[in-house]
């Protein structure tokens, strides 16, 4: 394993659940906010309605694949 990898590895382990928890969460919300971006770049006459239809639309399809 290459030691920055064991480093970072090493540091998560001595974090607390809940501080392990806020981070994922924090990368789970920058991913929204990367999706919801994207978003509207791709439909810039939309409104924060129709973004947040289209963003929950996009959800349903990536939850209902199959994997």
């Known amino acids: 394993m290459e030691k920055s990898r064991e480093v970072y590895i090493n540091a998560l382990k001595k ?3 809940e501080r392990r928890f806020a981070m994922a969460s ?3 919300a920058a991913q929204f906010d990367s ?8 439909n810039p006459a939309a409104g ?3 973004i947040d239809r289209l963003f929950k639309e ?3 399809r ?3 694949l199959k994997h």
């Open 15 to 17: 974090m607390t659940p």
């Open 58 to 60: 996009r959800l349903r």
């Open 62 to 64: 990536i939850y209902s």
């Open 26 to 28: 924090d990368l789970i």
């Open 48 to 50: 924060n309605a129709e």
């Open 35 to 42: 999706m919801k971006a994207g978003i509207k770049f791709l």
